[in-house]
């Protein structure tokens, strides 16, 4: 064995000498004991196996399991992070804020750790979150490892809390959606829920382009928790988009006015208005009382979600005659100079009787319109088949729910013609018989205020006027117009209507209500949909007041006044010049009120 | 000529590293300060959806109204009181 050899060399004799024994140190008889060769091979085997074990377990790490320890190692020192989107904010057409997101934080606690903390620490947090003690014990008392104590809480009282030092405590961010406007807008905006979802109205209609899409990002950060490096996107946040609706936040506030003063005033159960834009078909108004603060809504009760406007349909009464008198006109049946015997005040259709107030003796057809004559209009839809009846109030949208992107609109109920029995028929002339809502009848007064035609409703900014679809000739329009406006005058059933320094038209309705399957006859319906200014046709406002129980209860007595109302401070509000030198209204003594 | 040659390339290198180290370091400041700008414009935006929300609210007609009425005693206008100039018209 060559490693022996030095033990054996000649260079022995000069080697070392062990200093203490006087000896050469290869001399020494220690190295003369020779030891098992196998002793050296066992020591070689053992040192190549560690290294052969090193080498394949790093094999193993770098070859096999690479990408699991990478993403170790990454998530040491990456972090993603959630970027949150916030909800489109929506505006009215001014860009006036009529509802925001804000970040906001929910509270939440690990109870346990919680109660452990002092209980003065305990009640001051029970006093920032605005509960009783007792609630907030209560809610403690959980076997769960994690509580909502609030959510939704501002951030100046998070502010608060977080100097409390309560171990346990955590917060999480989330959105509050801020209603500056509250309940006088709120039937048009409506309102989402705590996890930021639409709940009612344009939240709720266009919830998918309000809401956000949240992203996340990879990043690096430092020992102090300072991001130094970005990995990119793995999402990019989309924020919600911005909403401008058609509503006028002036408008609706004249119109909400207008209307809790009619109800407040005729001790009615509710009332709705609907203020609509004759150019553009934009909904600019709708207001309804009673109403709910969507701010706060611990109190809510259905009676006051109720959006009457649109949801509920009723049976019109007399607006519907103008449609009526409409379709005689355009099939040339009548002219506006045809004269009706509508004496004795009563006709009687298949043993049934239908009623005047009055006995009006003959009346041209302006005049049967002017005094709301059940007879007149009834003896005119005779002139006319059903078929062509019923394809008039098709294409005015009645019996249709309408398409104008706002949740639940009612359809109302038009029987199919072959159905009509003469009776009903003739009850049908004048808005008995058939439902709608009040917005599907605002919108079918488009025909008269516009120059006959139609167009779509709708409750978003419109930037470019719609083309319309033709009903009724101009002409007839204009002769309808010209009856409208008579209604609003001394003589007409609607001469409370009048607004001073405008001419304005429209048309009263007063139906009974259907009480379990009945008409009562105490409980009302007052409408009025009229058209403002008549020279140059602009607004077009509906107005219902439902269940009046004061001394009037017709749509001359309760729906005309607050139409005037509305109308007047609607027109000065939008600064259009006045196209009337009367300034003095006259109102007779005893108004002429329609019959039912 | 062949150690110069060494040396040159050694410099060349670390002046290279040395750039590498300094550009590093001022992409995360420039990096930390385009993180803290982003951060603020958020709060910015935070403010401002704010300030919208409080000019929204002061500015409620209910509001403007009541003030009008009671503080500064105004009344509505009726066209009765109301003289109108038409342009062009003597």
Known sequence: ?596 | MNNKVNIVLAAGLIACGLTLVNARYQSRHLFIELERLQQQSRQLDIDWAQLQLDQSTLGKNERIEQIARTELNMTPLTPARTQYLTEGAR
């Open chain 1, 1 to 596: 064995m060559k490693r022996d050899k030095p033990f054996t060399s000649g260079r022995a004799a000069t080697g070392r000498v062990a200093a203490s024994k006087g000896m050469a140190f290869s001399k020494s008889p220690v190295l003369a004991v020779r030891l098992p060769d196998w002793r050296s091979r066992v020591v070689l085997f053992v040192l190549f196996a560690a290294f052969a074990a090193l080498g394949l377990r790093a094999l193993w790490l770098q070859g096999m399991s690479t990408g699991f320890l990478q993403k170790q190692g990454k998530s040491r020192y990456e972090r993603t992070l959630e970027l949150p989107a916030t909800r489109g904010k929506i505006m009215d057409r001014n860009g006036q804020v009529l509802a925001s997101s804000l970040p906001v934080k929910a509270v939440w606690a690990i109870p346990e750790d919680v109660l452990a903390s002092p209980p003065e620490k305990l009640r001051e947090l029970a006093r920032l979150l605005e509960m009783p003690e007792s609630e907030l014990r209560k809610k403690l008392d959980s076997d769960r490892t994690f509580v909502y104590l609030k959510r939704q809480v501002e951030m100046d009282v998070i502010a608060k809390i977080e100097k409390l030092k309560i171990s346990g405590l955590d917060t999480r961010k989330e959105y509050k959606r801020f209603y500056p406007q509250g309940e006088v807008m709120t039937h048009m905006v409506g309102f989402t829920n705590v996890e930021d979802v639409g709940q009612e109205g344009m939240e709720l209609a266009q919830q998918k382009s309000l809401v956000g899409v949240p992203g996340s990002r990879r990043v690096i950060k430092d020992r102090l928790g300072r991001i130094v490096e970005d990995l990119g996107f793995s999402r990019e946040p989309h924020d919600g988009k911005d909403l401008t609706l058609s509503v006028d936040s002036k408008l609706q506030y004249i119109a909400f006015t207008s209307i809790k003063n009619a109800v407040e005033k005729f001790n009615a159960k509710a009332g709705a208005a609907v203020v609509l834009d004759v150019h553009t078909g934009e909904v600019l108004a709708l207001a309804n009382y009673p109403t709910y603060n969507p701010n706060d809504r611990t109190k809510l009760t259905g009676e006051q979600l109720r959006n009457r406007v649109i949801t509920d349909t009723y049976e019109p009464g007399s607006i519907i005659k103008p449609v009526t008198v409409a379709l005689g006109l355009e099939t040339k049946r009548i002219t506006p100079n045809t004269t009706f015997d509508v004496s004795p005040g009563y006709i009687m259709i298949t043993g049934k009787r239908i009623r005047d107030t009055h006995d009006y003796g003959v009346r041209t057809v302006g005049g049967i319109i002017q005094k709301s004559s059940n007879v007149g209009v009834v003896k005119i839809s005779q002139l006319i088949p059903p078929q062509e009846m019923w394809e008039m109030y098709t294409k005015l949208g009645f019996g249709q729910a309408p398409r104008f992107g706002f949740p639940g609109p009612a359809a109302g109920r038009v029987r199919p013609w072959k159905s009509w029995r003469p009776i009903e028929y003739a009850n049908m002339a004048f808005g008995h018989g058939l439902s709608v809502s009040l917005l599907q009848m605002a919108r079918a007064y488009m025909i008269f205020a516009r120059n006959g035609d139609m167009i779509p409703l709708s409750f978003v900014k419109v930037n470019e006027e719609p083309v319309g679809q033709q009903i009724i000739s101009p002409k007839t329009a204009g002769q309808v117009r010209t009856m409208l406006e008579s209604v609003v005058s001394p003589e007409g059933t609607a001469s409370r209507a009048q607004v001073a320094g405008y001419r304005v038209g429209g048309k009263t309705g007063t139906a009974q209500k259907l009480v379990n399957g009945h008409y009562s006859q105490t409980s009302y319906v007052g409408s009025f949909v009229g058209i403002a200014p008549m020279s140059k046709p602009r607004f077009i406002i509906a107005v219902m007041v439902d269940d009046p129980k004061g001394a009037v209860h017709t749509g001359g007595g309760v729906a005309a006044p607050t139409f005037a109302d509305l109308a007047a401070n609607a027109l000065r509000a939008h600064n259009i010049p006045p196209d009337s030198s009367v300034t003095d209204i006259i109102i007779p003594e005893n108004p002429l009120e329609e019959g039912l």
